[in-house]
Nanobody, 123 residues
Framework: QVQLVESGGGLVQAGGSLRLSCAASGSIFSINAMSWYRQAPGKRRELVAA???????NYADSVKGRFTISRDNAKNMVYLQMNSLKPEDTAVYYC?????????????????WGQGTQVTVSS
């Protein structure tokens, strides 16, 4: 019913920038919080940044001042601008969203994940 599709990952040198995008589609009634997570090999998935429907944001300490999360509610999209990238930012980045969907005559709220996009930062 709902799909999240990430794009924008790739290989970049340390100090470089990337912009990740995530598009939500399907029988969406509303999108609440949207977030980016990442998982490096052998590590647990961790929250990178989150943005509420009212656009308040929070960031992991490790990315504060370097990453910026934003959203376009009209397009059901969330972005992650990543600057001053470091090798330790290398991970698979996942989009996550809390979405209310229409199901027949009712609405259901659920937690949805994208398939992930690889970000590799070389030293």
């Amino acid at each position: 019913q709902v799909q999240l599709v990430e794009s924008g990952g790739g290989l970049v040198q340390a100090g470089g920038s990337l912009r990740l995008s995530c598009a939500a589609s399907g029988s969406i009634f509303s999108i609440n919080a949207m977030s980016w997570y990442r998982q490096a090999p052998g590590k647990r998935r961790e929250l990178v940044a989150a943005i509420a429907s009212g656009r308040s944001t929070n960031y992991a300490d490790s990315v504060k001042g370097r990453f910026t999360i934003s959203r376009d509610n009209a397009k059901n999209m969330v972005y992650l601008q990543m600057n001053s990238l470091k090798p330790e930012d290398t991970a698979v980045y996942y989009c996550n969203a809390d979405i209310t969907v229409r199901v027949l005559t009712t609405k259901l709220e659920g937690d949805y994940w994208g398939q992930g996009t690889q970000v590799t930062v070389s030293s």
